[in-house]
T-cell receptor, first 113, second 114 residues
Framework: DQQVKQNSPSLSVQEGRISILNCDYT??????FLWYKKYPAEGPTFLIS?????DKNEDGRFTVFLNKSAKHLSLHIVPSQPGDSAVYFC????????????FGQGTRLTINP | GAVVSQHPSRVICKSGTSVKIECRSL??????MFWYRQFPKKSLMLMAT?????????EQGVEKDKFLINHASLTLSTLTVTSAHPEDSSFYIC??????????FGSGTRLTVV
């Protein structure tokens, strides 16, 4: 049962354009969502998060949008840079405290010069 | 910022031997540690959650006698893969969380069992 889904295994975007990565979830108890960036043979690096009480959170070039009714979130990167090429994972947790994260399958983003 | 150090980054071992992976929180107290496993081109699958001084809670399908987790202090957790077999070859990642600190991941360990 895949509670967090990233249906696009890969995405290719031209440098300078906007990258939009999507994530869907099924568990309505999830109330905290995170995006991580991962390079091969390295651990995930935190990018940005959003609580279910918000519908948007922005940090520099990264913006996360949350649509609770659709159980959908997206990560926007603008402008995209070659260094953004990596695998991006969305993750979700439910409840307060040190709750476990449930990860999506990841989307490989490639930024073309 | 919060830093989690994971060692070794790579290890090759013979089938039947045991391997220990360490995960340390360097600048914060990790009240909870999570251990993940990632198969090639797959998501991160949670194996177990451990709280300092308590027994780990394993996810369904994870053999607790094969994957021994110890969280003896607020800065150190270890994962020991016992009697390793080639199918245990994978990328293992730890994550630590403490009071006022979010989920911080280690750099991962590539285990190859030959």
């Amino acid at each position: 049962d895949q509670q967090v889904k990233q249906n696009s295994p890969s995405l290719s975007v031209q440098e300078g354009r906007i990258s939009i990565l999507n994530c869907d979830y099924t568990n309505s108890m999830f109330d905290y969502f995170l995006w991580y960036k991962k390079y091969p043979a390295e651990g995930p690096t935190f990018l940005i998060s959003i609580s279910s009480i918000k519908d948007k959170n922005e940090d520099g070039r990264f913006t996360v949008f949350l649509n609770k009714s659709a159980k959908h979130l997206s990560l926007h990167i603008v402008p995209s840079q070659p260094g953004d090429s990596a695998v991006y994972f969305c993750a979700a947790s439910a409840g307060t405290g040190a709750q476990k994260l449930v990860f999506g399958q990841g989307t490989r983003l490639t930024i073309n010069p | 910022g919060a830093v989690v150090s994971q060692h070794p980054s790579r290890v090759i071992c013979k089938s039947g031997t045991s391997v220990k992976i360490e995960c340390r929180s360097l600048d914060f107290q990790a009240t909870t540690m999570f251990w993940y496993r990632q198969f090639p081109k797959k998501s991160l699958m949670l194996m177990a959650t451990s709280n300092e001084g308590s027994k780990a809670t394993y996810e369904q399908g994870v053999e607790k006698d094969k994957f021994l987790i110890n969280h003896a202090s607020l800065t150190l957790s270890t994962l020991t893969v016992t009697s390793a077999h080639p199918e245990d070859s994978s990328f293992y990642i730890c994550s630590a969380r403490g009071k006022n600190y979010g989920y911080t991941f280690g750099s991962g360990t590539r285990l190859t069992v030959v």
